[in-house]
């Protein structure tokens, strides 16, 4: 049973470009949610999807969209990058009706580095 | 909303003693309590996790105890070895609605062998 998969690993990118970043959720969980993570901190909501919208959102600038698809999987888009965007983000899937009992699971992640 | 604390930020015990790292949340209505072993550059790992319903749960060396009265929840690790050091993270969640989830700060654990 695969569990959540990000990609890229790992990412260098330009201030002022624009990123975009996968992740597809556990087998059988139908939310996702994104996270940033700076070095040394606690992993920081930007938002989350579920039934391809956004249902709540985190204190991220617009600079931060998403996007899910009809498989479940969602997309992390980040326009304008700054070099604080520079941090490890993470994906999280989860069941709707049944968190507690399927989990809440974390990807590996993706190291986005902005130069 | 929801605001969960942990203790300590750090930790530090000669390898085979326990480690125990303490939570209290804020919302009545969180009802799921995972926690998360995070080590450098990786994804958090979900290690055990605890419902609303249950008092204690055990995996291992891994237990979990909560206190809904107190809002407190903690993770006990017994018999610790060198790779269990790692950042670990507590979570409260409440499951109904929009799943809002809230982490703790974080607890760097060194086991020292």
Same mark, same amino acid.
């Given at each position: ?115 | ?9 750090? /930790? ?27 080590? /450098?550059?990786?994804?958090?790992? /979900? ?27 903690? /993770? ?38």
């Amino acid at each position: 049973d695969a569990g959540v998969t990000q990609s890229p690993t790992h990412l260098i990118k330009t201030r002022g470009q624009q990123v975009t970043l996968r992740c597809s959720p556990k087998s059988g969980h139908d939310t996702v949610s994104w996270y940033q993570q700076a070095l040394g901190q606690g992993p920081q909501f930007i938002f989350q999807y579920y039934e391809e919208e956004e249902r709540q959102r985190g204190n991220f600038p617009d600079r931060f969209s998403g996007h899910q698809f009809p498989n479940y999987s969602s997309e992390l888009n980040v326009n304008a990058l700054l070099l604080g965007d520079s941090a490890l983000y993470l994906c999280a899937s989860s069941l709707a009706r049944s968190l507690a009992n399927y989990g809440y699971t974390f990807g590996s992640g993706t190291r986005l580095t902005v130069v | 909303g929801e605001n969960v604390e942990q203790h300590p930020s750090t /930790l530090s015990v000669q390898e085979g003693d326990s480690a125990v790292i303490k939570c209290t949340y804020s919302d009545s209505a969180s009802n799921y309590f995972p926690w998360y072993k995070q080590e /450098l550059g990786k994804g958090p790992q /979900l290690i055990i996790d605890i419902r609303s319903n249950v008092g204690e749960k055990k995996d291992q060396r891994i237990a979990v105890t909560l206190n809904k009265t107190a809002k407190h929840f903690s /993770l006990h690790i017994t018999e610790t070895q060198p790779e269990d050091s790692a950042v670990y993270f507590c979570a409260a969640i409440h499951s109904g609605g929009y799943q809002k989830v809230t982490f703790g700060t974080g607890t760097k654990l060194q086991v020292i062998p």
